[in-house]
């Protein structure tokens, strides 16, 4: 090969490297050009004085065409919106599902249920206005099914979520609280707080380990300084309430280690399901996400 041969070999692979860089760089500037900003993102808004930050996730099935079914999901003490979402992996479900995930954030990372937890508790924050007004803003932005509102929390979030049932039972079709009670003591000599008698009939999914060192199963003065009703008295005070079968119909897993207890028959379509996990302690259970969307789905407000 004649030295005008190399030469001319090697301009034309500077050439093409060239031109392969500028066609990659022309294609990443068009991808950042053209990706969808995120579905999933935080908004805040004033609310009692205070600013109030939730994360919502919008599926990408959703185009406002259709009313879509809410869930909101409350984090336990200590938590915040992205923790529940981790937890509780209601965004991957939501995007399967089609329905519009919520993570509102609590003052200082609890709520104000009607004995615990926390700043939100010893400050008595509107934990339930600002749910509400959180509702009212999400049905003016998007396509809400107001049919289909439905609230899932963990620990101090399921003690918000059984609040939220009372107070909003005209908003809300269904809740799943997971570790939680109606009603208890913030301390050994504070009164017995429980929430009140809601206006409507809600259906209940409730889960809840007997193992649950700071939620006793049974009831109690748990390790950590708080006495709650027990799951038996949570379980009855909805069964009461929608006028459900007294007597329920138990299911048990093959390995024992699951009890599943339905209360059926409740007002406008209402049911009330325990779920009793055995030696289980106070976590969200591997089987809690799933299970709680088939209920809502089986659940709307009539």
């Known amino acids: 090969m004649t030295m005008f041969n190399v030469k001319l070999a090697k301009s034309r692979t500077i050439l093409f490297v060239f031109i392969i860089v500028i066609v990659a760089f022309s294609v990443g500037i068009y991808l950042i050009q053209t990706m969808p900003e995120s579905n999933t993102f935080y908004a805040s808004f004033e609310f009692g004085g205070r600013t109030r930050t939730y994360m919502i996730h919008i599926p990408p099935s959703y185009d406002g065409s259709n009313p879509t079914p809410l869930v909101i999901s409350l984090h336990g003490y200590g938590g915040n919106a992205r923790s529940s979402e981790e937890v509780t992996g209601f965004t991957e479900k939501s995007d399967k599902e089609s329905f519009i995930a919520v993570y509102p954030e609590g003052i200082g990372q609890s709520w104000n249920g009607p004995y615990c937890c926390g700043e939100a508790y010893s400050s008595n924050v509107d934990d339930v206005g600002f749910i509400r007004e959180l509702i009212n803003r999400l049905e003016q932005e998007y396509n809400i099914d107001p049919d289909r509102i439905y609230v899932a929390g963990f620990s101090n979030g399921a003690i918000m979520a059984y609040h939220l049932a009372a107070e909003l039972s005209d ?77 329920p119909q138990t299911e048990i897993s093959p390995d024992g280690n699951t009890v599943k207890d339905v209360y059926s028959g409740g007002k406008n379509g209402t049911e009330v399901v325990l779920y009793t996990l055995v030696g289980f302690g106070h976590n969200w259970p591997a089987i809690a996400t799933d299970v709680i969307w088939d209920f809502f789905v089986s659940h709307p407000k009539q």
Do not use: M, R
């Open 171 to 247: 908003k809300i079709a269904a809740i799943a609280p997971v570790a939680g009670s109606i009603g208890g003591k913030f301390n050994g000599n504070a009164p017995l707080q429980k929430i009140a008698e809601p206006l409507n009939p809600v259906s209940v999914v409730i889960f809840h380990g007997t193992n649950d060192t700071s939620i006793y199963y049974y009831g109690g003065l748990s390790s950590n300084g708080l006495f709650s009703l027990s799951v038996a008295e949570s379980t009855s005070f909805w069964v009461n309430h929608d006028g459900c079968a007294k007597t």
